[in-house]
């Protein structure tokens, strides 16, 4: 078994060996730019040369921040990590005990003395203490499985409601998990930059990102939000709506992972000829004993009926609000939808018969918002604009 000596003793060899690596190819990279003089004059070519050289010595790390699940990209390796958004405490000690699936495991079993919860509630950070112990576990994870000499570049995705007190929490906790730069994006345009929609472009972009605690509707155009809006119905408000749905019809008290498992299994917001069926386990609530019998598609749409209907709403307020030459733009694009809830079945063609414009799916909708963070640092300077740059700088909320 290895000691922390020799564990320290291998880390410092495998950072200079980095570090002449990085000698080496500096000497051997500076004469094929040709004199110091030529690159003074091309800014473009200092920027490449800084980025490569930074790469070499820093990983760049993109996380997208979510109520259910947070995920991380490493540029070069792709999503590195898929973690429920969960952290578990010992009131006692203070302390942390478990992070992510661990901790997501132990909701709704444990002793006393030990909380699990979701320091991520409707898309707003309700615990800064706890989230950035989970912001701090997920970078060093990353860091540890890909170790380099610098700290990590990071840009974490957030809800384009998130204040300036929830932005600083952020930066403030990626800071102290050992990252040298830290920036901002809003998830509705990340998500489209992952699916390499044309947001620099001069045209009209509309994207739908249905996350777990929250709904971001944006149009985006010229590398900003134009227009948007914020709203918690999302995957978290369907669950309760299932909860709720058992519980009054059927006297049967379930839990959310039941909730949420039924609406990943029988799910549906269209009707079809074909039905879906699923098991359900609960409490009688008459009788105070383990129940169990089948559910339909049926049930679970007529659950969430309202919540859709309201999500349709105000995407229609939104689109009302939108400027004419971006909707010129959109009824030959469409609308595009990504987010855990974009893979609830008929979830695309309900938004289209609703507003009668063509609705696409992201490819991989789960892990748009992350690849998109991986986009923009590999093309940092191309994405600038897209940051949010400063603490005074709040999303276009309607």
Same mark, same amino acid.
């Given at each position: 078994?290895? /000691?922390?000596?020799?564990?320290?003793?291998?880390?410092?060899?495998?950072?200079?060996?980095?570090?002449?690596?990085?000698?080496? #190819?500096?000497?051997?990279?500076?004469?094929?730019?040709? /004199?110091?003089?030529?690159?003074?004059?091309?800014?473009?070519?200092?920027? *490449?040369?800084?980025?490569?050289?930074?790469?070499?010595?820093?990983?760049?790390?993109?996380? =997208?921040?979510?109520?259910?699940?947070?995920?991380?990209?490493?540029?070069?390796?792709?999503?590195?990590?898929d973690?429920?958004?969960?952290?578990?405490?010992?009131?006692?000690?203070?302390?942390v005990?478990a992070?992510?699936?661990?901790?997501?495991?132990?909701?709704?079993?444990?002793?006393?003395?030990i909380?699990?919860?979701?320091?991520?509630?409707?898309?707003?950070?309700?615990?800064?203490?706890v989230?950035?112990?989970?912001?701090?576990?997920?970078?060093n994870?990353?860091?540890?499985?890909?170790?380099?000499?610098?700290?990590?570049?990071?840009?974490v995705?957030?809800?384009?409601?998130?204040?300036?007190?929830?932005? +600083?929490?952020?930066?403030?906790?990626?800071t102290?998990?050992?990252?040298?730069q830290? #920036?901002?994006i809003?998830?509705?345009m990340?998500? *489209?930059?992952?699916?390499?929609?044309?947001?620099?472009?001069?045209?009209?972009?509309?994207?739908?990102?249905?996350?777990?605690?929250t709904?971001?509707?944006?149009?985006?155009?010229?590398?900003?939000?134009?227009?948007?809006?914020?709203?918690?119905?999302?995957g978290?408000?369907f669950?309760?709506?299932? %909860?709720? #749905?058992? +519980?009054? /019809?059927?006297k049967v008290?379930?839990?959310?992972?039941?909730?949420?498992?039924?609406?990943?299994?029988? !799910?549906?917001?269209?009707?079809?000829?074909?039905?879906?069926?699923?098991?359900?386990?609960?409490?009688?609530?008459?009788?105070g004993?383990?129940?169990?019998?089948? $559910?339909?598609?049926?049930?679970?749409?007529?659950?969430?009926?309202?919540?859709? =209907?309201t999500?349709?709403?105000?995407?229609?307020?939104?689109?009302?609000?939108?400027?004419?030459?971006?909707?010129?733009?959109?009824?030959?694009?469409?609308?595009?939808?990504?987010? !855990?809830?974009?893979? $609830?079945? !008929?979830?695309?063609?309900?938004?289209?018969?609703?507003?009668?414009?063509?609705v696409?799916?992201?490819?991989?909708?789960?892990?748009?918002? *992350?690849?998109?963070?991986?986009?923009?640092?590999e093309?940092?300077e191309?994405?600038?604009e897209?940051l949010?740059? #400063?603490?005074?700088?709040?999303?276009? %909320?309607?």
């Amino acid at each position: 078994m290895q /000691t922390p000596h020799q564990g320290r003793l291998f880390s410092l060899s495998i950072s200079l060996l980095i570090l002449l690596f990085v000698i080496l #190819y500096f000497f051997i990279y500076i004469p094929q730019i040709a /004199t110091i003089n030529n690159i003074m004059e091309s800014p473009s070519k200092i920027q *490449a040369f800084k980025n490569k050289f930074f790469r070499l010595i820093s990983n760049d790390i993109g996380i =997208d921040l979510g109520t259910a699940n947070t995920l991380v990209y490493l540029a070069g390796k792709g999503v590195v990590i898929d973690e429920p958004s969960v952290v578990a405490l010992n009131k006692k000690t203070n302390r942390v005990v478990a992070v992510g699936s661990a901790a997501k495991d132990m909701l709704g079993r444990t002793p006393a003395h030990i909380t699990a919860e979701r320091p991520i509630i409707d898309g707003v950070i309700s615990n800064f203490e706890v989230a950035g112990e989970m912001i701090a576990y997920l970078i060093n994870k990353a860091e540890k499985e890909y170790p380099k000499l610098l700290g990590p570049r990071v840009i974490v995705g957030v809800p384009s409601g998130i204040t300036n007190v929830e932005t +600083r929490a952020v930066r403030d906790a990626a800071t102290d998990a050992g990252a040298r730069q830290v #920036y901002i994006i809003e998830e509705p345009m990340a998500a *489209a930059i992952g699916d390499r929609l044309p947001v620099r472009a001069a045209k009209g972009t509309i994207i739908i990102d249905i996350g777990g605690g929250t709904t971001d509707i944006a149009v985006i155009s010229l590398g900003g939000i134009v227009n948007s809006k914020n709203l918690k119905i999302a995957g978290d408000k369907f669950n309760q709506d299932i %909860i709720s #749905y058992m +519980r009054d /019809t059927y006297k049967v008290l379930i839990g959310e992972k039941t909730a949420e498992d039924l609406k990943i299994a029988v !799910g549906r917001v269209i009707e079809k000829p074909e039905k879906k069926v699923g098991k359900m386990r609960g409490r009688d609530l008459i009788t105070g004993l383990p129940k169990e019998m089948e $559910i339909t598609d049926k049930d679970i749409r007529t659950a969430m009926q309202n919540s859709v =209907d309201t999500l349709i709403d105000t995407i229609k307020g939104v689109i009302e609000t939108t400027p004419p030459e971006i909707l010129s733009d959109t009824i030959g694009s469409g609308l595009y939808l990504s987010g !855990g809830g974009a893979l $609830i079945e !008929g979830m695309d063609k309900y938004i289209s018969d609703a507003i009668h414009v063509p609705v696409h799916i992201v490819a991989d909708p789960l892990t748009a918002v *992350a690849r998109g963070t991986g986009v923009i640092l590999e093309n940092l300077e191309d994405y600038e604009e897209t940051l949010v740059s #400063y603490d005074n700088e709040l999303p276009i %909320i309607q």
